[in-house]
C-alpha cells in the first residue's frame, strides 16, 4: 500500500485526466492535509521522477511550488495548496491581482535561460494554477521543458480567452493585463516580440 507509513485517508478525488490526484490526510501528523499523486500508464515510474525532480529544482529556484513531502515509484505526496484554481478564477470572472501575479510567476521562470530558449512551463493549461495566501503557485511539472517564452505565454491566453466563458469583454481585459504585467516583470527585453503598445486598458 502507498505511503502506509504516513496512515494516509482520502477525502477529496481532483480532476485528471490521465492520473489518480487526492486531497489525503496524513493520520500519523495531525490529518496534515497534503495531495498524493498517483501516476497511471506505461510511462508512471518515468513521469513520476520527472515531475518530483522539476518540483524540486523550482523550489531551489525559489518558485512558488508545492513542496515534495515524499515519494515512491509512482506516486508523490506534496504539500496541499489552500485556495482555487485559475481556472475558477476566470471562469468567476475574477479580476483581481492573480492576473499580475500569474505574470510575475511566468517572468521568473523564463529568466532561467540557457544560450537560446528559456525554461517553459508546458501545460500551461488554467488548472494547474493555484492563487493561495494571495500568491500564484504552479503545479502539474511533467512536461517542463526548455524553448520560446511566447509557447507559454500562447497557450495561457488561449485558455483564458475559450475556457467558459469564451471570447468575453472581461476575458479580453484579463489577456491583455496579463501580457502587460509579463512585459513588465520580464527580464529579457520583450518590446521586439511581444510589442504591446496599441495595447489599451
Ligand atoms: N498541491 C496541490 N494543492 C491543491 N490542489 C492540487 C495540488 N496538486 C494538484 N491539485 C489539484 O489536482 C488537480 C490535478 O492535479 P495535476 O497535478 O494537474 O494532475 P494532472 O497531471 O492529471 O493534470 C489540479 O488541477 C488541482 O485542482
Ligand atoms: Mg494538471
Not at 494554477?129 to 517542463?144: A, L, N, P, R, Y
Not at 517564452?149 to 495561457?156: G, T
Request: charged letters at 30%.
Amino acid at each position: 500500500m502507498l505511503f502506509v507509513r504516513h496512515n494516509i485517508k482520502i477525502v477529496e478525488k481532483y480532476f485528471s485526466r490521465r492520473h489518480s490526484v487526492y486531497k489525503v490526510e496524513i493520520q500519523s501528523e495531525n490529518k496534515t492535509p497534503a495531495v498524493l499523486k498517483v501516476y497511471e500508464g506505461e510511462k508512471a515510474a518515468a513521469l513520476c521522477r520527472t515531475e518530483r525532480e522539476n518540483l524540486e529544482r523550482l523550489h531551489r529556484l525559489d518558485l512558488r511550488v508545492p513542496q515534495v513531502l515524499a515519494w515512491e515509484e509512482r506516486a508523490l505526496l506534496m504539500e496541499f495548496l489552500p485556495g482555487m484554481t485559475v481556472s475558477r478564477l476566470a471562469e468567476n470572472l475574477d479580476t483581481g491581482s492573480w492576473i499580475e501575479k500569474m505574470a510575475y510567476w511566468f517572468a521568473r521562470l523564463h529568466s532561467v535561460e540557457n544560450a537560446s530558449s528559456c525554461m517553459l512551463k508546458g501545460d500551461a493549461n488554467l488548472r494547474n494554477f493555484i492563487f493561495s495566501g494571495g500568491e500564484i503557485f504552479g503545479i502539474d511539472f511533467e512536461k517542463m521543458g526548455f524553448g520560446d517564452f511566447r509557447e507559454d505565454l500562447s497557450e495561457v491566453c488561449f485558455f483564458l480567452l475559450t475556457d467558459y466563458p469564451p471570447l468575453t469583454t472581461e476575458k479580453d481585459h484579463m489577456v491583455r493585463r496579463f501580457l502587460k504585467a509579463y512585459a513588465k516583470h520580464a527580464t529579457r527585453d520583450t518590446g521586439t516580440v511581444l510589442d504591446l503598445s496599441h495595447f489599451r486598458l
